[in-house]
């Protein structure tokens, strides 16, 4: 079933504004930058809660990835397709144009390859890639984090947070269209980042509430609860 879907998704259900858009969300590097700048402005000139947000976030991206991930990649040790499939399509973002910033690849024709060894006559002339030689398939790092961050936005902003989830579920849906993870791959990153989020919301809520009064007791008394705070 796993694999099934993984082809339906991968070589079945592709198009190439799906090649160009999902190679684009798929690649960390190409909006990482400009997510970095985007959240040092936030500490800098947001509300108390919204920094009680970035560190509810980032506390959740530690428990789910840095922890959980890590933990179940070196244990569990599976392939990516690539590793075991000679027919993946493993789609990457194109080369930015005259060598601007990397966000602008999505304007250049995404880069499609297929595993090194492959040898299959309807891919005359394809780029071939060489095989990843360590297991790090399962889970994905990726799901994990933008669903710990969806997590985290809709406790804290409820209805407004949820804006954020199709944006997380597009990103998860990418890692397996664009060849780099089987479909539980992505679940289990899935369920990770859900209670990574719940998880680093909850904890940083009960030490709020129980130890910021004799810390700091000013802001305590402004903001008895990270969550409810409307300053």
């Known amino acids: 079933m796993d694999q099934q879907l993984e082809i339906l998704i991968n070589r079945t259900w592709n198009t190439p504004w799906a090649d160009r858009v999902l190679s684009f969300v798929s690649d960390f590097g190409a909006w990482a930058p400009w997510l970095i700048l985007l959240l040092v402005l936030g500490a800098l000139f947001g509300d ?32 990516r397709p690539s590793q075991v499939e000679p027919g993946v ?21 995404p880069v499609v390859t297929y595993p090194q060894g492959s040898d299959l006559p309807e891919f005359p002339g394809m780029l071939t890639a060489e095989r990843p030689s360590e297991g790090r398939s399962f889970p994905s790092g990726h799901a994990a984090n933008n669903m710990a961050v969806a997590t985290v936005l ?25 060849g780099s993870h089987w479909p539980l791959d992505v679940l289990a990153g899935i369920l990770l980042g859900i209670l990574g989020g719940w998880l680093a919301v909850y904890l940083l809520e009960f030490f709020w509430r129980r130890y910021a009064v004799k810390i700091v007791p000013r802001l305590a008394s402004a903001y008895p609860s990270l969550l409810k705070s409307n300053a």
């Open 89 to 109: 399509r493993m789609v990457t973002l194109g080369a930015p144009p005259n060598h601007l910033p990397r966000v602008l690849g999505i304007l250049s024709t």
């Open 48 to 79: 108390f809660k919204f920094r009680a947000m970035l560190l509810a976030a980032g506390l959740a991206i530690g428990l789910s990835d840095g922890i959980g991930v890590n933990l179940l990649k070196h244990t569990a040790n599976r392939p």
């Open 154 to 178: 809709i406790l804290f902003y409820r209805r407004r947070g949820w804006i954020y989830l199709p944006v997380a579920i597009i990103i998860c849906y990418s890692r397996i269209y664009t």
